[in-house]
């Protein structure tokens, strides 16, 4: 069983709470070709491209000037599980994490990333600021899922082999998990929908707590070092409840009453 999240938009480098164990991005040398055509810009069209304003602008373009490829931690580089924050990553609470769950998650989670495609938990990744969904022109095409193509999937797809698994837990936004292209009919994606009861007494989809409804499903999962479907149903964190009425064979949904 693989899960995948997105990233965040948010980094913190100041964490102490790292651990020594680190690895590094499979898709690395992607990874540098990509830093070289953002090198390539200028500061109005790095903010023309991300609609970012001038002091992210000034803050990225240095990011991408001082990017190295970077294998192990330093001041500047970090694991990325410790360094992604924001709603998600609120819910996933990687601090309260044993060494026992750190390994789970190290071989089951996996982060969805515009620069760096796939990431594990323990990859070494720097500063950067690169949506999935930027139009991003590149020698494969007008955007990032054309850069990444079927890389993605490819490499999802062997590591669920390896495990003799066929189920994926997509818990990524929509704009992440679009660049997971192609595949096979044998893998049995599960994408959970989350839902709050609003004023107006209806159960609907309210972007900040689905978002650290994700992360906190990620975590009950490496906690309970969950591995089959049927299990999923149970997940209970804050309040949430499976809703068989409103669920299907792949959209489990879960309600939850604020």
Known sequence: MIIVLSPAKTLDYSSTNSIDDY??????????DLIG????????????LMKLSDKLTSLNVDRYQIWK??????????????VFK?????????????QKDISFAQKHLRILSGLYGILKPLDIIEPYRLEMGTKLQT???????????????????KELNDMNSNLLINLASNEYYDSVQSLSNNINVVSPVFKDKG????????????????????????????????????????GYRYSK??????????LRKL
């Open 23 to 32: 690895s590094s991005p499979v898709f690395l040398q992607k990874s540098k």
């Open 37 to 48: 055509e953002l090198k390539k810009k200028k500061p109005n069209e790095i903010a023309k």
């Open 69 to 82: 490829a970077q294998k192990k931690p330093s001041d500047n580089a970090k694991q990325s599980i410790y």
């Open 86 to 98: 924001g709603d998600v990553y609120q819910g996933l609470d990687v601090d309260s994490f044993a």
């Open 139 to 157: 020698k494969n095409g007008s955007d990032l899922y054309d850069f990444w193509g079927k890389d993605i999937s490819k490499k999802i797809e």
């Open 199 to 238: 004023k107006d007494g209806k159960f609907k989809i309210i972007s900040f707590y689905a978002k650290k409804a994700r992360g906190l499903m990620a975590r009950w999962i490496i906690k309970n070092k969950v591995k089959d479907f049927e299990e999923l149903m149970k997940f209970n964190l804050d």
């Open 245 to 254: 009425a409103e669920s299907t064979a792949t959209t489990p949904v879960f």
